[in-house]
């Protein structure tokens, strides 16, 4: 019952921030009607393209300023996700290098790529994605994180190890709006398995 309630909550959170992120972007330009869905990593629009050297980075810098997180990024790009990911969050995003990304099955990741499997993409992607800015040793408390596609996946603990959705934790690294933890699996939702 209290992981359905913070699965709501969350899910609430979200959409929250969403239409924040839409409402900030609107009324920064208003001659432009380009949604976060429609942006697209040609138009290059939004709060994710906006650059600032004095701000500490947010969760989307510190994957596109990291040569191991390239196939992260183009598939943010590719899902439309950009500017959902430089909101105030706090964010805590599980980020699989490109190695957790060249474990999955052949042509996965490929078929995943294209535009019309956008929506299953950013299914995945948001699996990776919850409120809060949560330390590895924090996490250790929980046992389900609630994810920013309305579904759950597991936390487990084994020695030192903080495995998420079955994907260890292999750093973390603190961001302007939450957390990124990299992680050494693509961790993937249960409708998607």
């Known amino acids: 019952m209290k992981i359905h309630q913070i699965s709501k909550v969350l899910s609430i959170v979200?959409?929250?921030?969403?239409?924040?992120?839409?409402?900030?972007?609107?009324?920064?330009n208003s001659t432009s009607t380009t949604t976060i869905e429609e942006s697209t990593s040609e138009n290059k629009q939004g709060q994710a393209y906006i650059e600032d050297d004095s701000s500490t980075p947010n969760v989307l810098q510190i994957a596109m300023?990291?040569?191991?997180?390239?196939?992260?990024?183009?598939?943010?790009?590719?899902?439309?996700?950009?500017?959902?990911?430089?909101?105030?969050?706090?964010?805590?995003?599980?980020?699989?290098?490109?190695?957790?990304?060249?474990a999955l099955p052949e042509g996965v990741l490929e078929d995943l790529l294209?535009?019309?499997?956008k929506?299953?993409?950013?299914?995945?992607?948001k699996h990776h994605v919850t409120a809060g800015n949560y330390s590895k040793d924090f996490l250790k408390k929980f046992k389900k994180l609630g994810q920013a596609n309305d579904q759950s996946t597991t936390v487990e603990v084994s020695g030192e190890d903080v495995l998420v959705g079955g994907?260890?934790?292999?750093?973390?690294?603190?961001?302007?709006?939450?957390?990124?933890?990299?992680?050494?699996?693509?961790?993937?939702p249960p409708s998607n398995k």
């Open 65 to 102: 300023n990291s040569p191991d997180h390239t196939t992260l990024v183009a598939a943010v790009q590719t899902a439309g996700l950009e500017n959902v990911l430089v909101n105030a969050g706090p964010l805590m995003v599980f980020a699989p290098t490109n190695e957790a990304f060249k």
């Open 14 to 28: 979200f959409v929250i921030v969403l239409l924040h992120s839409c409402n900030n972007e609107a009324s920064q």
């Open 114 to 117: 294209k535009p019309e499997k």
């Open 167 to 188: 994907a260890k934790i292999i750093a973390s690294i603190e961001a302007g709006n939450g957390i990124v933890h990299v992680v050494d699996k693509v961790i993937l």
């Open 119 to 125: 929506d299953a993409l950013a299914n995945i992607l």
